[in-house]
């Protein structure tokens, strides 16, 4: 007998829909599997075998073959053994709805029969209905992540033995209503709207002692999406104010939390009974990282550290210590915020639009410049160690701050900066007027004004324009850097509440271009 259910594979963050065949006939027992499966779908074999067997069901002891359709996709993930259970049980005649047409199964059994957590299941659910399946059976920790796509019944089911009862037929007319616990979604609502999320854990700028360039400088990355890089000595406070940066950035909006959490879901990161992920991204990886972990890749791609930190903050300490092939290969996603990684076996694009912010040390002994510790390397030894970061990657870098140490008095004073919240009410103002001057358009902040956005929104007057012409000339800007001065002098006026450009807000933008 042949039964056929639905099942998905994901491919990059999307999911593609395969049809799951499972014919069981007389012959000698054997289990075959075709269709261009992975390894771990081939030993599904053994999972679904134990799961049925320890479920008090009996696995039928004749020839078995399953075909996963279209047969030149490849198909990967663990998400396949509970498909492919129903349908042996179906084939063999131990369930009576064989064909299931409207619905789409997927879930890892254990040799128990109990059905675990899959991974990708947001997209997942996005394939099934822009397909318009009626219906998605899945594990139980992964309904509050599916239940955030509309029109699509969720059943959850924590056991092979609750799967069968699901599928069996039932009267016309839409599927019985089940209670989803929806904590972790965007106002509890499967397509509610966005709060603020919680940042009362996050760390706050109040507790930073002086440092009031570094702050005005990540105050300024977060009202434009510009990337930032950071330079002083040990102990300065770098890493301390990269942390707090999220804390200052406007909430995430509905759709950039549905990618943000789509992403995390590919990955596996997202938390049991956990929904939308309603906090910008902070991603902080090791120097050591290999380039194929900070940008993705694989032989079946998978996203890497830049797409997980989409919408949110990529924080690379001790920049200079990265390999060079990791540091080059951010140059594309740094301008286009997107990744494509292409391997012969399939290629997928990502996501990757984020706030860099590196942090260094101004040589490899970290005190030149220091006021009161003497430096002790060479000229030539600071000049290769700064040589570690490309010319084309720091053109990428709006702005570059000089983050001096704090002297000691200051820091047995009790704090008494700025707190976070309120340069969070100016970023979000700002952000609200750029909003209101990019609405229609698909830029959503400065940093990704098209040329036509740099036109109409970035006009100089003439004293402006010459003092542009001025530093160009004194500083050797290449074009990219002519363009990013002009994103970010936008910027600057959008804090202040201008208008237009004027000579302070391009003179601030260009000190940030001015440190060596």
Not at 182 to 209: E, I
Request: aromatic share 2%; with cysteine.
């Amino acid at each position: 007998m042949l039964a056929c259910l639905r099942a998905a594979t994901v491919i990059g963050i999307d999911a593609s829909l395969v049809d799951v065949e499972v014919d069981v006939s007389f012959g000698l027992p054997s289990f075959a599997m075709v269709g261009l499966p992975d390894t771990a779908i081939r030993e599904s074999r053994d999972r679904v075998r134990s799961a049925i067997r320890n479920s008090q069901l009996e696995f039928p002891p004749h020839r078995i073959t399953v075909n996963l359709a279209p047969a030149d996709l490849r198909k990967t993930g663990t998400q396949f053994d509970l498909p492919i259970a129903l349908g042996i049980l179906a084939a063999s005649g131990h369930l009576s709805h064989r064909h299931v047409e409207d619905l789409l199964v997927l879930g890892e059994l254990s040799l128990d029969g109990a059905v675990q957590t899959a991974t990708g299941v947001l997209p997942i659910a996005v394939a099934a209905r822009r397909h318009q399946l009626r219906e998605l059976l899945l594990p139980t920790p992964n309904a509050a992540e599916a239940a955030l796509v509309g029109d699509l019944h969720v059943t959850p089911v924590g056991t092979l033995k609750e799967a069968i009862d699901a599928v069996a037929p039932r009267p016309a007319g839409p599927p019985p209503a089940r209670s989803i616990s929806l904590a972790g979604t965007v106002s509890g609502t499967a397509a509610g709207t966005h709060d603020d999320g919680d940042v009362t854990d996050v760390p706050d700028f109040a507790d930073v002692q002086g440092q009031a360039l570094t702050k005005r400088a990540l105050e300024i990355a977060a009202t434009g999406g510009h990337h930032a890089l950071l330079v002083g000595p040990p102990g300065s406070g770098k890493t301390m104010m990269a942390r707090r940066l999220p804390g200052i950035l406007p909430p995430l909006g509905v759709d950039e939390a549905l990618e943000t959490t789509t992403i995390h879901s590919v990955a596996g990161l997202l938390p049991a009974h956990g929904g939308l992920v309603r906090r910008r991204p902070f991603r902080a990886p090791h120097h050591t990282t290999s380039d194929v972990a900070l940008v993705g890749g694989g032989s079946l791609p998978r996203p890497g550290e830049i797409s997980l930190a989409h919408n949110g903050v990529l924080f690379l300490d001790e920049l200079p210590e990265f390999t060079r092939r990791s540091l080059e290969a951010l140059r594309q996603p740094l301008q286009e915020g997107a990744v494509r990684i292409a391997r012969a076996a399939q290629s997928a694009r990502f996501p990757a639009r984020f706030i860099l912010v590196g942090a260094m040390n101004p040589c490899p002994c970290g005190l030149h410049g220091h006021p009161v510790r003497p430096c002790r390397c060479t000229p030539g030894e600071r000049q290769r160690y700064r040589a570690r970061l490309s010319g084309p990657l720091l053109d990428r870098i709006d702005l570059v701050v000089d983050v001096p140490p704090a002297p000691t008095g200051d820091l047995l004073t009790r704090p008494s900066g700025v707190t976070s919240a309120a340069i969070r009410a100016r970023v979000q103002a700002a952000r609200e007027r750029q909003r209101t001057r990019l609405a229609g358009r698909a830029e959503r902040c400065n940093a990704e004004l098209s040329e036509r956005g740099l036109r109409t929104d970035c006009r100089l007057d003439r004293p402006t324009a010459r003092l542009l012409e001025t530093a160009a000339t004194t500083l050797t800007l290449s074009a990219r850097s002519h363009v990013r001065l002009l994103k970010l002098a936008r910027t600057i006026a959008d804090l202040d509440g201008a208008a237009s450009i004027g000579r302070p807000h391009l003179a601030e933008a260009l000190q940030f271009r001015m440190v060596e």
